[in-house]
């Protein structure tokens, strides 16, 4: 089945201006060019969250900061990350599609971070992933793709509604124990990385 030849839905979702889509390949069916190249965007897209939280983890883990328990927080979170855009790629290849790699910018974020600025980069973070894949679920759908829109609700979506919750918790708990902006630290850091009970790495 071929692609519906409508125009184009202007879309916000990040995705590989130089895409190329195999058009031989023969496990693709009914996977819109703009489904895949979409797919490809945002796969780059979670790479690049990954990375993002990996340097968030090295920050907390220095000397100067430690702060054992955030570290491993978003060490974990990082490798949960890559291991998402893995499997949105390993769909793609199922489905047909080919994937175009690209640099990945450094974070810019590899000093002066406090607890609560690293917690809101993340949350923001995952709010704006929520909205792409929110879009790229329905993105699917008005281009007559149901399996792709399906996969990435349950699998993609699903799981970052808990991740901002308690990422939104933590920023709560963190400004109550006395956590702020100055870029010094404190107290509020340490007392909120021995207390925070809630840590506990989300699935």
């Known amino acids: 089945m071929s692609e519906p030849r409508v125009k184009r839905i202007k ?11 195999v058009v031989g390949s023969q496990s693709r069916q009914n996977f819109p060019s703009v489904v895949e190249e979409s797919l ?4 780059n897209l979670l790479l690049e969250v990954s990375y993002k939280l990996q340097a968030l983890a090295n920050i907390f883990e220095q000397s100067d900061r430690a702060l054992p328990r955030l570290a491993a927080f978003f060490h974990h979170e990082s490798v949960k990350e890559q291991d998402r855009a893995e499997v ?8 047909g599609g080919t994937f175009c790699s690209k640099n ?5 974020i590899e000093h002066g971070c406090t607890v609560l600025s690293a917690l809101e980069i993340i949350l923001n973070q995952w709010k704006d992933e929520m909205a792409f894949m929110v879009e790229l679920s329905q993105l699917a759908l008005n281009y007559g793709d149901p399996h792709t829109a399906s996969i990435i609700k ?5 799981p970052l509604i808990s991740k901002v919750k308690l990422v939104g918790d933590l920023l709560t708990e963190a400004r109550r124990v006395g956590c702020t902006n100055d870029s010094m ?12 009970g809630s840590l506990q790495c989300c699935n």
């Open 104 to 108: 990945i910018q450094r974070p810019g």
């Open 40 to 43: 490809c965007g945002v796969s």
């Open 185 to 196: 630290g404190g107290f509020g850091e340490f007392l909120f990385d021995q207390l925070q």
């Open 11 to 21: 879309s916000n979702l990040p995705h590989c201006n130089s895409h190329r889509c």
């Open 88 to 95: 949105m790629l390993q769909y793609l290849s199922q489905r």
């Open 154 to 158: 349950s699998r993609f979506l699903q």
